[in-house]
């Protein structure tokens, strides 16, 4: 970024993604399914959309143009009603585009509640820090850099560990053991002071990596393993939309959390650090409810 702007950052994903497409092309199988009378649910679908957007949008714009504003109440109520909508259309669809019914599969709706929770809390983390780093520590974009490597270096290492301790032992104690070192690590950054090293924000942030690296495997290979073969895409796009909606409102939340008690503190320089604190000790307790529906999911798994 320092070198070369931040378009750069959108750029170098350009070869990424076309060496991935090409060897997705020659590498992946198609898969023979039965289901070759199958038509999208337009309806379900379409209603799906229009409540996820706006959904997406007020957790977007709410804290710009004000969580009160008819407008963004207006989207609230938009994606309450079409979500309605939609649940009223696939409980009487003969091929929805998302069987409500899986849902009741207690391991498959609580391993998407804790992805969902876990995202919020991680990107609370990923909002904040650089604000922190930069504003209060005065690290360059750079040194910025290569503290954050911590948790993707740390996950890229404890990631295929865990999935592969996960598939033989057959437990799904890593992620919830997992997700409680992460709400640990979020409450220690809480406490990160303008005194605070560069080993020691990297080493906090690092935990960061080891916990979601002890969470994610087991918990993806518990939402791929509850429903069937032919119904595997189902299961990722489920998965997919927990990830994007629990980043959104992990922003939002995170946001709306540290503009009020950064007013709070006094609206100057020295709100900061009190305004951050208390945003990752909210982020700390969302993380912590992850902890909580990852167990049952682990009891149900016992059981």
């Known amino acids: 970024i320092q070198r070369v702007g931040w378009q750069s950052i959108f750029y170098i994903n350009l070869p990424v993604?076309?060496?991935g497409t090409v060897m997705a092309?020659?590498?992946l199988q198609k898969d023979e399914t039965n289901n070759k009378d199958q038509t999208f649910d337009i309806p379900g679908g379409l209603t799906l959309f229009i409540?996820?957007?706006?959904?997406?949008?007020?957790?977007?714009e709410g804290q710009e143009k004000g969580w009160g504003s008819d407008f963004i109440i207006s989207l609230f109520i938009?994606?309450?009603?079409?979500?309605?909508?939609f649940v009223r259309i696939e409980t009487t669809a003969k091929q929805p585009v998302l069987d409500i019914g899986h849902f009741k599969n207690r391991q498959f709706a609580a391993a998407n509640i804790s992805a969902l929770i876990s995202f919020m809390a991680m990107f609370s983390v990923i909002l904040l820090m650089?604000?922190?780093l930069q504003d209060e520590l005065g690290y360059s974009t750079e040194k910025m850099g290569f503290v954050f490597m911590a948790v993707p270096l740390v996950m890229s290492v404890v990631s295929p560990l865990s999935g592969w301790l996960s598939d033989r032992t057959n437990s799904y104690f890593l992620s919830s053991l997992g997700i409680g070192i992460a709400a640990l690590s979020i409450l220690s950054m809480a406490y990160l002071t303008l005194?605070?090293?560069?080993t020691d924000v990297a080493l906090r942030l690092s935990f960061l990596?080891?916990?979601m690296g002890l969470f994610q495997p087991p918990n993806n290979s518990m939402i791929m393993g509850s429903l069937p073969k032919e119904q595997l895409g189902i299961a990722s796009g489920v998965m997919g939309t927990m990830r994007n909606m629990g980043m959104v409102i992990g922003v939002a939340v995170s946001g709306a959390v540290f503009s009020n008690r950064f007013v709070f503190y006094g609206n100057n320089e020295s709100s900061f650090l009190p305004a951050f604190r208390d945003a990752y000790i909210v982020s700390a307790i969302i993380c912590g409810i992850a902890v909580l529906v990852s167990l049952v999911?682990?009891?149900?798994?016992?059981g």
């Open 195 to 198: 005194d605070s090293s560069f």
């Open 51 to 60: 409540s996820l957007i706006s959904l997406l949008l007020a957790l977007s």
């Open 78 to 85: 938009s994606s309450i009603v079409f979500f309605i909508i």
């Open 209 to 211: 990596g080891l916990g």
């Open 130 to 132: 650089p604000f922190y």
């Open 297 to 302: 999911r682990s009891k149900s798994k016992i």
């Open 25 to 27: 092309l020659k590498i």
């Open 17 to 19: 993604g076309i060496i």
